[in-house]
Protein backbone atom coordinates (compact mmCIF):
# COMPACT_ATOMS: atom_id res chain seq x y z
CA UNK A 1 0.00 0.00 0.00
CA UNK A 2 2.80 2.34 0.94
CA UNK A 3 4.78 1.71 -1.90
CA UNK A 4 1.80 1.99 -4.25
CA UNK A 5 1.10 5.20 -2.75
CA UNK A 6 4.84 6.24 -3.03
CA UNK A 7 4.98 5.15 -7.16
CA UNK A 8 1.66 7.28 -7.84
CA UNK A 9 3.55 10.71 -6.24
CA UNK A 10 6.42 9.62 -7.85
CA UNK A 11 4.76 9.41 -10.88
CA UNK A 12 2.51 12.50 -10.31
CA UNK A 13 2.79 15.69 -12.43
CA UNK A 14 0.41 17.94 -10.17
CA UNK A 15 0.95 20.57 -7.69
CA UNK A 16 4.49 20.91 -5.99
CA UNK A 17 5.08 17.44 -6.17
CA UNK A 18 8.64 16.25 -7.18
CA UNK A 19 7.32 13.65 -10.35
CA UNK A 20 10.14 11.24 -11.45
CA UNK A 21 9.20 12.26 -15.25
CA UNK A 22 9.64 15.75 -14.50
CA UNK A 23 12.69 15.24 -12.20
CA UNK A 24 14.03 13.04 -15.58
CA UNK A 25 13.18 15.87 -18.01
CA UNK A 26 15.05 18.29 -16.06
CA UNK A 27 18.11 16.02 -16.28
CA UNK A 28 18.47 15.75 -19.62
CA UNK A 29 17.19 19.04 -20.96
CA UNK A 30 20.10 20.54 -18.09
CA UNK A 31 22.81 18.43 -19.87
CA UNK A 32 22.72 20.50 -23.30
CA UNK A 33 21.54 23.40 -21.23
CA UNK A 34 22.89 26.86 -22.92
CA UNK A 35 21.99 30.52 -22.55
CA UNK A 36 21.00 31.93 -26.02
CA UNK A 37 21.27 35.74 -26.73
CA UNK A 38 17.42 36.17 -25.76
CA UNK A 39 18.45 34.78 -22.27
CA UNK A 40 21.71 36.45 -22.12
CA UNK A 41 20.32 40.15 -23.06
CA UNK A 42 16.87 39.47 -20.52
CA UNK A 43 19.60 38.74 -17.60
CA UNK A 44 21.91 42.06 -18.86
CA UNK A 45 18.80 44.65 -18.93
CA UNK A 46 17.63 43.55 -15.41
CA UNK A 47 20.88 42.85 -13.60
CA UNK A 48 23.34 45.40 -11.87
CA UNK A 49 26.89 44.94 -13.21
CA UNK A 50 28.10 42.90 -9.85
CA UNK A 51 25.04 40.98 -10.31
CA UNK A 52 25.41 39.58 -14.11
CA UNK A 53 29.22 39.13 -12.80
CA UNK A 54 27.96 36.52 -10.05
CA UNK A 55 25.30 34.92 -12.67
CA UNK A 56 27.65 34.31 -15.17
CA UNK A 57 29.50 32.36 -12.77
CA UNK A 58 26.72 29.88 -12.51
CA UNK A 59 27.02 26.50 -14.33
CA UNK A 60 24.55 26.72 -17.70
CA UNK A 61 21.85 24.83 -16.40
CA UNK A 62 21.80 27.27 -13.49
CA UNK A 63 21.55 30.43 -15.70
CA UNK A 64 18.96 29.00 -17.95
CA UNK A 65 16.81 27.36 -15.27
CA UNK A 66 16.77 30.98 -13.43
CA UNK A 67 16.20 32.90 -16.77
CA UNK A 68 13.14 30.36 -17.74
CA UNK A 69 12.06 31.26 -14.35
CA UNK A 70 12.67 35.03 -14.39
CA UNK A 71 10.77 35.07 -18.07
CA UNK A 72 7.77 33.57 -16.85
CA UNK A 73 7.09 35.92 -14.01
CA UNK A 74 7.92 38.45 -16.33
CA UNK A 75 5.13 37.36 -18.86
CA UNK A 76 2.63 36.93 -15.86
CA UNK A 77 3.37 40.78 -15.24
CA UNK A 78 5.49 40.18 -12.18
CA UNK A 79 7.25 43.16 -10.69
CA UNK A 80 10.74 44.08 -11.50
CA UNK A 81 11.92 42.88 -8.50
CA UNK A 82 10.47 39.55 -8.53
CA UNK A 83 11.57 39.12 -11.46
CA UNK A 84 15.41 40.04 -10.60
CA UNK A 85 14.51 37.67 -7.80
CA UNK A 86 13.61 34.81 -10.31
CA UNK A 87 17.27 35.42 -11.88
CA UNK A 88 19.25 35.53 -8.32
CA UNK A 89 17.08 32.94 -6.36
CA UNK A 90 20.08 30.05 -7.15
CA UNK A 91 22.89 32.02 -7.10
CA UNK A 92 24.10 30.18 -4.21
CA UNK A 93 24.68 27.04 -5.97
CA UNK A 94 27.35 29.16 -8.05
CA UNK A 95 29.65 28.40 -4.68
CA UNK A 96 28.58 24.92 -4.10
CA UNK A 97 30.61 22.64 -6.94
CA UNK A 98 29.79 19.73 -4.92
CA UNK A 99 25.92 20.32 -6.68
CA UNK A 100 26.51 18.50 -10.33
CA UNK A 101 23.61 17.71 -11.88
CA UNK A 102 23.72 14.45 -11.44
CA UNK A 103 24.15 14.77 -7.85
CA UNK A 104 21.36 17.91 -7.17
CA UNK A 105 18.72 15.02 -8.80
CA UNK A 106 19.74 12.51 -6.58
CA UNK A 107 19.33 15.10 -3.66
CA UNK A 108 16.15 16.43 -4.74
CA UNK A 109 14.59 13.11 -4.69
CA UNK A 110 15.84 12.07 -2.00
CA UNK A 111 14.73 15.04 0.18
CA UNK A 112 11.43 14.10 -1.23
CA UNK A 113 11.47 10.20 -0.75
CA UNK A 114 13.14 10.34 2.68
CA UNK A 115 13.47 13.51 4.00
CA UNK A 116 14.68 12.52 7.52
CA UNK A 117 17.51 10.38 6.25
CA UNK A 118 18.50 13.44 3.87
CA UNK A 119 18.90 15.86 6.63
CA UNK A 120 20.90 13.41 8.51
CA UNK A 121 22.78 12.89 5.68
CA UNK A 122 23.26 16.76 4.78
CA UNK A 123 24.56 17.14 9.19
CA UNK A 124 26.27 14.42 9.77
CA UNK A 125 27.36 12.30 6.41
CA UNK A 126 30.75 12.35 4.88
CA UNK A 127 31.80 12.63 0.87
CA UNK A 128 30.49 14.35 -1.76
CA UNK A 129 26.78 13.60 -1.71
CA UNK A 130 26.65 14.28 1.47
CA UNK A 131 28.57 17.88 0.65
CA UNK A 132 25.68 18.01 -2.73
CA UNK A 133 22.62 17.56 0.04
CA UNK A 134 24.15 20.04 2.66
CA UNK A 135 24.89 22.67 -0.84
CA UNK A 136 21.42 21.80 -1.87
CA UNK A 137 19.56 23.33 1.78
CA UNK A 138 22.16 25.46 2.11
CA UNK A 139 22.33 27.57 -1.40
CA UNK A 140 19.41 29.93 -0.50
CA UNK A 141 21.62 31.47 2.69
CA UNK A 142 24.72 31.20 1.12
CA UNK A 143 22.87 33.29 -2.12
CA UNK A 144 21.58 36.01 0.29
CA UNK A 145 24.75 36.60 1.77
CA UNK A 146 26.67 36.54 -2.19
CA UNK A 147 23.94 39.01 -2.91
CA UNK A 148 24.11 41.74 0.43
CA UNK A 149 27.38 41.53 -0.35
CA UNK A 150 27.17 43.13 -3.39
CA UNK A 151 24.14 45.27 -2.43
CA UNK A 152 21.32 44.03 -3.93
CA UNK A 153 17.95 45.38 -2.58
CA UNK A 154 16.91 43.73 0.94
CA UNK A 155 13.82 43.02 -0.54
CA UNK A 156 14.86 40.65 -3.20
CA UNK A 157 17.44 38.99 -0.67
CA UNK A 158 14.84 38.43 1.39
CA UNK A 159 12.86 36.22 -1.53
CA UNK A 160 16.18 34.61 -2.44
CA UNK A 161 16.57 33.47 0.61
CA UNK A 162 13.22 32.29 1.68
CA UNK A 163 12.91 30.88 -1.90
CA UNK A 164 12.96 27.07 -0.44
CA UNK A 165 10.93 27.54 2.89
CA UNK A 166 9.04 24.14 2.87
CA UNK A 167 6.50 25.91 5.16
CA UNK A 168 4.29 28.11 2.16
CA UNK A 169 1.77 29.65 4.99
CA UNK A 170 4.81 32.28 5.87
CA UNK A 171 5.40 33.01 2.49
CA UNK A 172 4.37 36.27 0.77
CA UNK A 173 2.55 36.43 -2.33
CA UNK A 174 6.12 37.37 -3.92
CA UNK A 175 7.96 34.39 -2.23
CA UNK A 176 5.11 31.98 -3.37
CA UNK A 177 4.93 33.36 -6.81
CA UNK A 178 9.10 32.73 -6.58
CA UNK A 179 8.32 29.27 -5.21
CA UNK A 180 5.46 27.93 -7.68
CA UNK A 181 7.33 29.23 -11.10
CA UNK A 182 10.64 27.91 -9.60
CA UNK A 183 8.98 24.48 -8.87
CA UNK A 184 8.08 24.69 -12.80
CA UNK A 185 11.19 24.90 -14.48
FE1 LIG B 1 16.91 26.94 -5.39
FE1 LIG C 1 15.59 27.24 -8.84
Known sequence: MAGRRLLGKAFSSGGGDISVIKRGRQFFSGLFARLSEKDYTFAIDRLTEPELKLFMT?????????????????????????????????????????????????????????PEDAAFLADRGR???????????MHPSIGAVLLREIGTDDYIVAL?????????????EDALRLKRTDDRF
Open 127 to 137: GKMAKALKAHR
Open 58 to 114: MSAYDQKHACSVAMALEDESASLDLVRAGLLHDIGKAMCPELTLLRRSAAVFLEWAA
Open 160 to 172: VEGHQSPNEADCG
